[in-house]
């Protein structure tokens, strides 16, 4: 029986062009394009230890997240009209949990600090935070590419949920090395 390779990046023998992280015992799910530099060695870095919330759950959870808010938007509404507010703050006293809620978890999930004046447009704003919670309920791991400004260390887990579905997760280092207090 030969020597195993170190661990380390190697040519992904399925997808030219790709190179596919080998631990020293076996092919991780880790993949990296071939025309960039890899990142530091996989074995220093630490992967969410959970496996992707499935279709199922992720529709459940969404759900569950989404209603509620945009129960409180209208109920704020009618509540607002009922008091008899102009009709310009009734708008405003609608969108402000949507503000609220939604401008802190749009950076979290790769929006930008403006894009959470799409709450302002009204089908957007369902459409919108909709998509928000779609992708917030997937964290740690993604199903959207990273955009430019958040850095490149972003690792696709290539056929973890499905064989072609991309999921991207960032790998952390870890605070500490088991065993040390």
Not at 99 to 123: E, M, T
Not at 131 to 151: A, C, K, M, Q, S
Request: charged content about 15%; glycine content about 8%.
């Amino acid at each position: 029986m030969g020597r195993q390779p170190s661990a380390g990046w190697y040519p992904d023998r399925g997808v030219p062009r790709q190179l596919r992280y080998w631990d020293g015992q076996a092919w991780s799910g880790l993949v990296w394009p071939a025309s960039a530099p890899p990142p530091e060695p996989a074995d220093r870095m630490c992967i969410p230890d959970r496996p992707p919330r499935s279709r199922r759950r992720r529709v459940l959870l969404a759900g569950l997240l989404w209603f509620p808010v945009q129960v409180a938007s209208l109920a704020l509404m009618l509540l607002a009209r009922t008091a008899g507010a102009p009709g310009y703050w009734v708008d405003w006293i609608s969108v402000l949990p949507l503000l609220g809620i939604y401008g802190p978890l749009a950076s979290l999930v790769s929006y930008r600090k403006r894009d959470v004046l799409l709450v302002l447009v009204p089908v957007w704003q369902l459409i919108w935070t909709m998509r928000i919670t779609w992708r917030v309920v997937f964290l740690p791991y993604r199903d959207w590419p990273p955009r430019p400004h958040e850095g490149s260390d972003w690792f696709n887990l290539a056929g973890l949920t499905a064989p072609t579905a991309p999921v991207f997760v960032t790998p952390t280092k870890p605070t500490r090395t088991p065993g040390s207090q």
